[in-house]
């Protein structure tokens, strides 16, 4: 079943890139079809079985939330998606503490981590709206430190597909920042969407392994 889901998921997000690039309304249709998907594909792993399982499918369901909070035009709906992914990479970081974190793998990843989301800020910061940069400032933060922990937990023995997962999220977050705030362009999408459609997937799987 979860092979199944990954392929109607795929299906759906090359439709909704070319849908992005024509700006036509079947990715109203296509992107809550790949997000329901990912959340159905936490189920078959097992997501209900287990601590990490039940908190990783919030995480799950606020993303997929976050993703049709996008499909609007509105500042307000770019705020509701920012608050919801915020909010889904806080349930991943405590799914992931459920599985326990080792002290130094957490302290190796901090250092990495800070020190690319610092780039990150300088990057953006040119560009970015004086009421945006708090919220920017929150979720850079928020992200990072999903990406920490689950640093974290592979060293203390978990499935390094977490891990994978987290920086797949992390990076497919770059491609919605520069279409957000620096470069509106169909580029952003075309490789930002598949990588983050992908990274669900992967954080889907690691429920059952």
Aim: charged share 10%.
């Amino acid at each position: 079943m979860f092979w199944v889901l990954l392929g109607i998921a795929a299906v759906a997000v090359g439709v909704l890139v070319w849908g992005e690039w024509r700006t036509s309304p079947v990715r109203f249709a296509a992107k809550p079809i790949a997000s329901v998907a990912f959340i159905v594909a936490g189920v078959d792993r097992g997501a209900f079985d287990s601590n990490y399982g039940r908190v990783l499918f919030v995480g799950l369901v606020l993303a997929a939330l976050g993703d049709v909070f996008l499909l609007g035009s509105t500042r307000l709906m770019f705020l509701a998606g920012l608050v919801s992914f915020l909010l889904g990479h806080v349930a991943y970081v405590l799914a992931f503490l459920t599985l326990g974190a080792d002290i130094w793998w957490v302290a190796g990843g901090f250092v990495l981590v800070a020190a690319l989301a610092m780039l990150i800020l300088r990057w953006l910061r040119p560009h970015l709206d004086p009421d945006m940069t708090t919220p920017v400032l929150a979720y850079v933060a928020v992200i990072s430190l999903m990406v920490v922990v689950a640093t974290g937990v592979v060293g203390n023995g978990a499935t390094p597909w977490i891990l994978v997962g987290a920086i797949g999220f992390f990076a497919s977050d770059l491609a919605v920042a520069r279409n957000q705030f620096v470069t509106e362009s169909i580029t952003n999408r075309a490789w930002g969407l598949p990588l983050y459609y992908a990274s669900q997937f992967v954080l889907a799987w690691t429920v059952g392994i």
